[in-house]
């Protein structure tokens, strides 16, 4: 659903299902990004999250937006991610 390009050669793509791809090549490969929370704390429920935004304002920090009121960021370049729950709109939409 998005992509941002931190540089010529790094970039994000974000999409349906949890789906978080990076590249490191200028989109000639991209690898599945597992979002993690910890050293071994995955975001298990990721899977449920259509991922609607990717934004980076350097190589190292950046947000990702979805459904749910979820809001994603890293300091580190992706290597850990915090995660944001936003409370709901007034109407229950997302």
Not at 56 to 84: I, K, Q
Request: aromatic residues 10%; charged residues 20%.
């Amino acid at each position: 659903y998005d992509l941002a390009l931190n540089d010529a050669r790094e970039g994000w793509a974000v999409g349906a299902s949890g789906i978080v791809l990076k590249t490191t090549d200028g989109g000639l490969d991209w690898n599945q990004h597992r979002l993690m929370f910890g050293p071994d704390l995955p975001c298990v429920k990721c899977e449920q999250i259509s991922w609607y935004g990717v934004s980076f304002v350097s190589r190292l920090v950046g947000w990702v937006v979805g459904n749910l009121g979820s809001v994603v960021r890293t300091r580190d370049g992706g290597a850990s991610w915090s995660l944001t729950q936003l409370p709901p709109l007034a109407d229950g939409s997302d």
